[in-house]
């Protein structure tokens, strides 16, 4: 794989980190706040969940956002 190849296979793992990170913190709070106004967790991934940071919501978009971190850590090295 060249040098060519791996900025490009990089460029693309960091829109999709970035699209995946966005996605998850926008589930997220859309969930706490729902939390929020109601104290109960009724909205889509929570699965009932008594707190919105106890939710897969909360756990999927930390993971992403580190994920994320190590994309631009990459990004920045290949240069």
């Known amino acids: 794989m060249t040098k060519s190849d791996m900025k490009k296979l990089i460029q693309a793992q960091f ?5 995946g990170t966005l ?3 926008a589930n997220f709070a859309s969930e706490l706040a729902k939390w929020l ?13 008594a707190n919105p940071f106890l939710s897969p919501c909360f756990g999927g ?5 580190i ?4 994309s631009i850590l ?4 290949i240069k």
């Open 15 to 19: 829109i999709v980190l970035l699209a």
């Open 23 to 25: 996605f998850a913190w």
């Open 37 to 49: 106004q109601k104290g109960n967790c009724a909205a889509g991934c929570s699965a009932g969940a």
């Open 61 to 65: 978009a930390v993971f992403f956002t």
């Open 67 to 70: 994920a994320f971190v190590l």
């Open 74 to 77: 990459m990004k920045k090295k």
